[in-house]
């Protein structure tokens, strides 16, 4: 065991990795549906300390995403970066082994291993399940330093011709152990589907925090991850709104498809291609072009949103594992003073929650109707019209109305929130997101 730990510690040089073709498990016919939960939902928290607990953690993944950037700056030339975005917001039911041991991961679309916490631990941080233990199940099977699969790691050890995962999440948190096949089991009873042989991380040296859960699953766009793994790489998921506590929808393989809505404020389902960030390959970076308010497009130049070719930074992300957005700041000005020029209430200078610097005083009730001005999120191909509900938050701790978007310096990222009550689809096969409006707390 001394001798892993101390193995960890060693700089290894860094290895390219090859790309792995993945077969598809099955016909095309194979998909699931699943439940996500937040991260905080039943914890009794108050609206205000949801708030400030989700600015606080799209503030880390925010950094996260800039720390990621910077290393990238550095490690470009030679292999892909050793570091991998923060947490994220919601957890995904699914059990491990056989015979099967339910527990939550926590989903990410920003990074791609599947790993839990395996006993016996050398290091574990808390969990609401038993820790995993490969012993006593028979479907378990370590993988040798010479598997594909340990050829996708970013940061791949080998110890005894066993591969050895180390990862390391933008937030200091991170895991380390034996990457193993193992059976899984996902969905709903209605939709369940058991896969043998996934490629998963067997964590007995952990660090950080799992809100929660008990390990995670990476939903990015690399090898590792699952949908990757599981041969039909498309997911879908529809996010209740951020107070709701009903919880919200996943959909995997065949059963992710956009239905066009029958209500009249829906519009048509949009799509818009995925763009390559070669720093960072797992990351769902999208095509921003603009940004309108109040029917009038900002001058914002389209470079803001664009990838750095030279180092990799820049670039527009959507991510799950944000409830924020955060723009890069020339962008963020300029929609903060279009707010300001068009919303008819004082300003606040105070800001709280702290990265929320567009707030409004707003009168206690019997409080004035204000009209804001329309939101729409401009891409390649499609606009994203977003209802009032996903830009403005009322702050529970001073009633103040603030724009649910914050500044950011080295890349974009359009967070849960702003996407919420819409149905969006990942198909990485065709390479692109589509997305409809959706009441999600129905589906
Ligand atoms: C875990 O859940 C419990 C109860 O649901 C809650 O009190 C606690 O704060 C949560 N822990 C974390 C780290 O989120
Ligand atoms: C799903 O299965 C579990 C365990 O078999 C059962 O307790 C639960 O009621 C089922 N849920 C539904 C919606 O059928
Ligand atoms: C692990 O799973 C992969 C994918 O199914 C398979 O190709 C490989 O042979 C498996 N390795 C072991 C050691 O079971
Ligand atoms: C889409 O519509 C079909 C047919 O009405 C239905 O079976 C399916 O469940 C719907 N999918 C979603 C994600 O709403
Ligand atoms: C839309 O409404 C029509 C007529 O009510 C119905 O036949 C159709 O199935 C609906 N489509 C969806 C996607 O709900
Ligand atoms: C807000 O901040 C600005 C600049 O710091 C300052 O000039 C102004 O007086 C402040 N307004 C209030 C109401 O505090
Ligand atoms: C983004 O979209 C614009 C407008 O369609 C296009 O001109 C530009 O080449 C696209 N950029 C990338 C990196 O694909």
């Known amino acids: 065991m001394d001798n892993i730990a101390v193995l960890l510690l060693v ?18 016919g194979f998909g699931f549906q699943a439940t996500l939960t937040h991260i905080d939902a039943g914890a009794g928290y108050t ?7 989700a600015v606080r953690r799209s503030r880390s993944r925010v950094a996260a995403l800039q720390s990621l ?38 989903l990410d679309t920003g990074s791609d291993l599947i790993w839990t916490q395996c006993a016996p631990c050398m290091l574990c941080v808390d969990q609401p399940t038993p820790f995993f233990d490969p012993a006593k199940s028979p479907t378990y099977r370590k993988l040798s ?36 096949n193992e059976t899984f089991t996902f969905g709903t009873n209605g939709t369940r589907v ?44 529809c996010l209740t709104s951020f107070m709701s506590t009903v919880p919200s929808r996943l959909y995997f393989g065949v059963y992710a498809t956009l239905n066009s809505s029958n209500t009249s404020d829906a519009g048509p389902v949009q799509s818009t291609p995925f763009i390559v960030n070669p720093a960072l390959p797992t990351m769902y970076y999208l095509n921003m072009t603009g940004i309108s308010v109040g029917g009038d497009l900002l001058p914002i130049d389209p470079s803001v949103f664009a990838i750095n070719d030279d180092d990799g930074t820049g670039g527009v992300v959507i991510d799950s594992g944000a409830t924020l957005t955060y723009l890069e700041q020339a962008a963020y ?12 209430l004082p300003l606040v200078n105070a800001t709280s929650p702290d990265d929320l610097d567009t707030c409004f005083k707003w ?7 204000v009209t804001m001005p329309e939101l729409v999120l401009h891409f390649e191909g499609a606009h994203m019209e977003l209802p009032l509900e996903n830009y403005m938050l009322i702050d529970g701790s001073t009633g103040n109305l603030c724009l649910a978007m914050a500044a950011s310096d080295g890349g974009s990222i359009i967070g849960s929130f702003q996407h919420s009550n819409f149905h969006v689809l990942y198909d990485n096969e065709n390479s692109f997101l589509s997305f409809v409006p959706a009441p999600c707390n129905l589906m």
């Open 333 to 344: 000005d300029m929609l903060r003073q279009a707010f300001v020029a068009l919303v008819g």
């Open 47 to 53: 609206e205000a300390q949801l708030l400030s607990r």
């Open 194 to 237: 058991t896969v043998p042989k996934v490629a998963f991380g067997c964590g007995s040296l952990n660090a950080g925090s799992l809100y929660n859960g008990s390990g995670m699953v990476g939903f990015g766009r690399g090898p590792l991850s699952l949908v990757s793994q599981l041969g039909v790489p498309r997911f879908s998921y």
């Open 69 to 106: 950037a910077a290393t990238a700056a550095d490690a470009i030339t030679t292999a892909r970066i050793l570091v991998q975005a923060s947490e994220g917001e919601y957890l995904m039911s699914m059990a491990i082994g056989t015979p099967p041991r339910d527990y939550s991961a926590i």
């Open 363 to 369: 009168p206690p009730p019997p409080r004035k109707i």
């Open 145 to 180: 330093c010479s598997s594909p699969m340990c050829d996708a790691l970013y940061y791949p050890s080998c110890y005894k011709d066993t591969c050895v995962y180390q990862y390391f999440y933008g937030d200091s948190a991170s895991s380390a152990g034996v990457l193993a």
């Open 11 to 28: 700089l290894l040089p860094l290895l390219l990795s090859f790309v792995v073709a993945v077969a598809a498990r099955s016909d095309g």
